[in-house]
């Protein structure tokens, strides 16, 4: 993901057990909310 600090705009990477947490990016520290993953699907439908 990307911090949404416009200032900032680094890629993050986030571990998967802070999904749906606040953390901090290492770059600027701004505070903001990791997405929480969406339930996939394959579009073949398989
Ligand atoms: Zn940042």
Do not use: H, W
Not at 12 to 26: L, M
Request: charged letters at 20%; aromatic letters at 4%.
């Amino acid at each position: 993901m990307i911090c949404p600090n416009l200032g900032c705009g680094k890629t993050i990477s986030a571990p998967t057990n802070s999904r749906g947490k606040i953390v901090r990016c290492p770059y600027c520290n701004a505070p903001f909310r990791v997405p929480e993953p969406r339930p996939q699907q394959d579009p073949n439908g398989r």
